[in-house]
């Protein structure tokens, strides 16, 4: 039996390792009769762990409400975002339980197929969901259908648009969608859209409840998360902790600099907050008073030698090349906004004036794109012009600091070597 004090509860089990079905069974075994999922669901309160936080009964409900009997449910377990590993390991973990979860979906809206989406690059992550899968069609569990995709990695492809345009089309394009929330379609049939991560929590509500969920996490945030920690730490990690723990807390388990430079919170697209910003409880609510969020669950820690100005202008540069360049914001504004960070970077004659460029281009960039890559840019160069405004200051005076001199960096982008191969710098 799992009591509600335990953390991890996702994570459960030896990470890296799968649980086979029956250690599933097992180790998952019901507390608790539930005898409508949708209002358990509400009760419980989850919501969407792949970033915009949306709360995932209402997100059901309205694909429930459409008509058809041909729907799906999508587990996107694409982790676009570069830092981010979590549901790569909670899928090398407990594949059942993100299954589970996507059944009773499935379940909820009227589907009867299940679609696991997983980037074709990561062969451990595809083959432990593939014997997943057919440990279930054995057992023919609820008489729901799964099937496995494995879209290519990029940036852009883990955005639900996006992978809904790749099940249609085998294209990674974002769609334009004026009215949020909406319901995208799969050859012409409503699906629902969730992240491995979310799916796991249903899974859990599921087996043990609204009022055993509740009781770690916050009032508006219930529930543990996955954080993917990279930068300043030993080694890159993925640790589990109850919504609402202090950010002091989170980097002393991932064994992190516990006094950084800054952090950046929520991914790429995400933004920078002060590193003396420990202090704060790692939830929507307490990030929202200094402008950041929990997003998709990535925390990059920047280390005390780190130039922020140098990390931005990496990962703007690698997020320009990301887009599909389908929008004028991500064809035009976000190579210029990296060559502009370039300037102030290197602490050019031109710096200054990059300076002011790159306030003017965030004006007319945000809320230009067909989706919010580009707003997710603006975003993190915004925080970067604010959090590391003395150090923008002294490049944009040439005097460049020793970090910035060294190029030495905490952020990895990736490069796609083959089609298959992703290789990190
Ligand atoms: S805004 Fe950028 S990433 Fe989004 S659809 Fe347009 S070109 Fe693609």
């Known amino acids: 039996?799992?009591?509600?004090?335990?953390?991890?509860?996702?994570?459960?089990?030896?990470?890296?390792?799968?649980?086979?079905?029956?250690?599933?069974?097992?180790?998952?075994?019901?507390?608790?009769?539930?005898?409508?999922?949708?209002?358990?669901?509400?009760?419980?309160?989850?919501?969407?762990?792949?970033?915009?936080?949306?709360?995932?009964?209402?997100?059901?409900?309205?694909?429930?409400?459409?008509?058809?009997?041909?729907?799906?449910?999508?587990?996107n377990a694409m982790e676009g975002e570069p830092a981010s590993h979590k549901d790569a390991l909670l899928l090398s973990t407990n594949p059942h339980l993100v299954l589970d979860g996507a059944e009773i979906l499935a379940t909820i809206i009227g589907a009867r197929r299940v679609v696991v989406c997983v980037a074709r690059n990561d062969n451990r992550v595809v083959a432990h969901v593939n014997r997943a899968i057919h440990e279930r069609t054995r057992r023919r569990l609820r008489g729901i259908e799964f099937e496995l995709q494995t879209p290519p990695w990029r940036y852009v492809a883990g955005e639900e648009?996006?992978?809904?345009?790749?099940?249609?089309?085998?294209?990674?394009?974002?769609?334009?969608?004026?009215?949020?929330?909406?319901?995208?379609q799969v050859n012409g049939h409503p699906v629902l859209v969730d992240n491995a991560e979310t799916c796991a929590n249903v899974g859990l509500v599921a087996r043990f409840g609204a009022p055993w969920y509740r009781a770690l996490g916050t009032e508006r945030q219930p529930g543990t998360t996955l954080v993917s920690v990279t930068g300043a730490v030993e080694r890159p990690t993925v640790i589990e902790v109850a919504l609402g723990t202090p950010l002091r807390t989170v980097l002393s388990l991932a064994g992190a600099d516990p006094a950084p430079r800054a952090m950046l919170l929520g991914g790429y697209g995400g933004s920078w907050i002060p590193g003396e910003r420990v202090d704060l409880n790692y939830d929507n609510e307490s990030l929202a008073s200094i402008g950041a969020s929990v997003g998709a669950g990535v925390l990059c820690v920047l280390g005390r030698d780190g130039c922020g100005v140098v990390e931005t202008e990496r990962v703007v540069r690698w997020m320009a090349n990301e887009s599909a360049r389908q929008c004028g914001p991500c064809a035009f504004g976000l190579p210029a906004m990296g060559e502009d960070l370039a300037q102030l970077s290197a602490a050019t004659r031109d710096a200054k004036l990059a300076?002011?460029?790159?306030?003017?281009?965030?004006?007319?960039?945000?809320?230009?794109?067909?989706?919010?890559?580009?707003?997710?840019?603006?975003?993190?160069?915004?925080?970067?012009l604010d959090v590391f405004a003395d150090d923008v200051a002294a490049h944009a005076r040439r005097e460049p600091c020793a970090a910035a001199q060294t190029k030495r960096h905490f952020l990895s982008v990736p490069r796609l070597e083959q089609e298959h191969e992703l290789v990190w710098e």
């Open 1 to 75: 039996m799992i009591h509600a004090e335990d953390v991890p509860r996702l994570l459960r089990g030896t990470p890296g390792t799968p649980l086979g079905w029956s250690e599933h069974q097992a180790a998952f075994a019901t507390t608790t009769q539930v005898t409508s999922l949708l209002d358990e669901l509400d009760a419980a309160g989850v919501t969407g762990r792949g970033g915009a936080a949306f709360p995932t009964a209402r997100k059901a409900r309205l694909v429930r409400s459409q008509r058809g009997h041909h729907k799906s449910v999508i587990v």
């Open 355 to 384: 300076h002011e460029r790159l306030i003017e281009r965030g004006a007319a960039i945000i809320g230009r794109g067909a989706c919010h890559h580009p707003d997710g840019v603006v975003r993190l160069v915004r925080s970067a």
């Open 161 to 184: 648009s996006a992978l809904v345009h790749w099940l249609n089309d085998h294209e990674s394009l974002p769609q334009y969608r004026p009215q949020r929330p909406d319901v995208l």
